[in-house]
DNA sequence: TATGAATGAGTCTTCATTCAT
DNA sequence: AATGAATGAAGACTCATTCAT
């Protein structure tokens, strides 16, 4: 593929990405991306095959960003509880800074991606389901070397985990002050996750 | 305001949500739903403003199913950690019952309270909002008694036990089995809330 | 059906004649019927599925009148040759005065009904051998009775016969005074029928 | 003109027949017949105005094909009514074959040649006058050397007889064995030419 | 009160044409 | 000369909403 294409298929998906952050998905016409970007709207069809096409794409980028924020992170590298911990806090971090400097992502993930055509292949769906496993294998990591408990199932901790995270993320959208939510709300994750809420 | 306008009223949202769950909000059409309830699709003007009153309205009605089945559930009430234990294992079995029983409730909420038009009052937002906050009064009765550690803010807490419901719930509307889902799911969620992940 | 429905039908029909036999089938938008028909547009697609359903429904009714008008003509009644020129002449003169009294006919069967997409059911190659199968009938009568020679296959003549009478109808919409060209031209084709071309 | 411009000219003319004939002038993208070409669609516009152009370009070159073919008949050299005859045979047989090789002449001129824009000039009048003029100069030579009667406007009866070739042709597009229907269609016009439908 | 025929604003999508390279 | 990326006018079609009955 020449580099020009790649160039504008990336500048069509930032410009449809940053109208359907700001307005969702059905109340974002083509002619608003076309306005955002500053091109004919005839163009995007040269790169996309109709504006759900456009959209689908928008939203397997956004969770290429996720992805990428986390490609060091190894299921695999933690080999004690406090190490795991630490991996914890720091991929919540991670996740956090990502979202705080570009709230887009979370609109577009968890507004848009499931405003999209409720027709397979179910977009949304399907990210959380990678999302679980990724996580389930930390959980199984730490099985397997002993210092995670073995009576949970790691996927069903994977989703649940990943649910308190999204849960996060998503009023981060809402929030006054993005920035001083992250320690107090990694703090209640990684504390759930490793003590429990019971007294001393 | 008279019986059968209420009637009605009910009526056309049991209709609308059916329809909302089936297909999503925006590809249901009022004309769907008057099939559905097998009216005019005329006469819905006369009881809402326009089809995203409908929406709010059945958005509103399915928090209320929610909100009903909790009723018994007095936050105040539990006075040990094992008695909130106990009380946590019974909201999670209640929730769960319930979205297995009706799945349009899941859909609704986790789906077409989302894509409704993205404009103030953010209906999805405040419902999390409502939800955190009933939530977390649990939470502050624990740590009011002493049962629950003070270190945490129960609202962000509240928030993230949630988050692990919400997960839970949107995933029972596509699993192959969700009678069999319940048992595993609400093991881990009190596990996560009382023990943490550390082995022994 | 109720009387209303058939009106309106009817109605945006007539109005769509018009306006395709004027402009052309493809040069023809839904919102030019309407302004002729002084209706919304929408209206359109509460009667006909879309632009093209709406195309053949006025091909058929012009196929319709032409076959009304034909309606008393028994293929089967000629008993002499004699009677069967007179019969020739008669439906001539008919299918002439219907022509001149409407060129939109000849309009929409010969130009619009061929230009309407060409997948089938080919409307304008069914009318024909429709039209071939009626002339063939008459044709076939004659032999049967014998006033007619059998060395010919009934559907051929039919076709060709045919093809003479619509070129002439094409050629009416085209000529100065129409009116004037019916007698020469019943003439002709009668002559060709019975006579042949041969001098004396 | 040199002679690389008429070479790309008639590639063009010969790929957009070919189109234009399978799928028809309005369902025929410039595109389409760019790809068959194997060349850019910029290209057209050097060597057309436009689209429209391009198409009667296109119809012009098959009525000259056709009349190409029927180069070597001259309406004057008939001497006599048998000469006549078998020099209709002989157009005939000249038509049909060319029609039965190349069936893209067939559907440019009775399909395509129609439904380009119904503005002037009206290219398929205009071929279907010369034609008649031409056809119409045969009879007058039959006429003025007394073998052909003379009640008859050799005009019109040159519009009837082509009316019976073109429906043939038309039909030949149509049925499954078109080599074995030029027989039966040239006798039957020529019966219907010289010896009239009365037995014996 | 209930209805559903009528409406037309709004939207996606196509494709002939242009023009910088 | 040849190309094909870019364009936007044009057009078909949908559907929430209105209102006369």
Chains 1, 2, 3, 4 share one sequence.
Do not use: C
Request: cysteine-free; proline content about 3%.
């Amino acid at each position: 593929m020449p580099e020009g294409v790649v160039d504008k298929r990336e500048a069509i998906l930032r410009a449809a990405g940053k109208v359907f952050a700001e307005r969702g998905y059905h109340a974002t016409g083509i002619s608003d991306i076309a306005r955002e970007l500053g091109a004919g709207h005839g163009t995007f069809y040269r790169y996309f095959k109709n504006k759900e096409d456009i959209a689908r794409s928008v939203v397997s980028r956004a969770l290429g960003r996720i992805s990428d924020a986390l490609s060091d992170e190894d299921p695999g590298s933690a080999e004690t509880l406090s190490q795991y911990r630490e991996q914890v806090r720091r991929i919540g971090r991670k996740l956090f800074e990502l979202v705080v400097a570009e709230p887009e992502l979370g609109r577009i993930l968890f507004y848009d991606a499931i405003a999209i055509d409720r027709a397979e292949p179910d977009l949304a769906g399907q990210a959380m389901e990678a999302a679980a496993a990724y996580t389930a294998a930390f959980i199984r990591n730490g099985q397997d070397r002993g210092f995670l408990r073995r009576d949970l199932d790691a996927h069903v901790v994977g989703l649940a985990v990943n649910g308190m995270i999204v849960t996060g993320a998503v009023r981060l959208l809402h929030v006054q002050d993005p920035a001083g939510m992250g320690q107090p709300w990694i703090h209640t994750v990684e504390t759930l996750m490793f003590d429990g809420l019971g007294s001393s």
